[in-house]
């Protein structure tokens, strides 16, 4: 039987593949989830109440700054984190996916817990595959993007390398 959560994604999931939503979104929910993660230490965000969700911070590939992108993630099954740079499904890639290619160490906050990661493009296309279906099983239909898009979504592994302290980067 299909728990709440999982009538709920059946629901919203259309919803959040819409061009209305599409022309929102971008601009809507990023705002909103910096500021709830900061209220709450990072142990709650809007996407979180519907799927697993972190936030990733990665050095800027051009501008060598911290940047933080709240992220919507699917366990691999193996301690380990996809993430899959849809970005609404806009023609270039999201600037995280850049940053992860230039410097693929970066940080995590997942239900207020700061964990040290190396990304890895999953870039295999069996691999790949595998991939994609885990995600679609969590939110389906999410591979539109990547369709809509018209380019090849990146899909980054993401390896724990250490828990952090609240001190740490």
Do not use: C
């Not at 790949?128 to 539109?144: H, L, N, T």
């Amino acid at each position: 039987m299909p728990t709440v959560t999982q009538i709920v994604r059946r629901v919203i999931a259309p919803i959040s593949r819409t061009r209305a939503f599409r022309a929102v979104g971008p601009r809507m929910l990023p705002p909103v989830e910096r500021l709830l993660t900061r209220i709450t230490g990072g142990k709650v965000q809007v996407s979180g109440l519907l799927v697993p969700s972190l936030v990733l911070y990665t050095v800027g590939a051009q501008s060598g700054k911290e940047r933080e992108s709240p992220l919507m993630y699917t366990p691999d099954g193996h301690g380990r984190a996809l993430v899959a740079g849809t970005s609404f499904a806009r023609e270039k890639h999201p600037a995280w996916t850049y940053n992860l290619m230039r410097n693929p160490d970066a940080v995590i906050t997942v239900k207020g817990r700061r964990l040290s990661v190396r990304a890895t493009l999953v870039d295999d296309t069996e691999e790949r595959e595998a991939a994609w279906q885990r995600i679609e099983r969590q939110w389906p239909g999410y591979r539109g993007y990547e369709r809509d898009s018209g380019r090849r979504v990146r899909i980054f592994r993401l390896q724990p390398v250490k828990e952090l302290g609240s001190g740490d980067r």
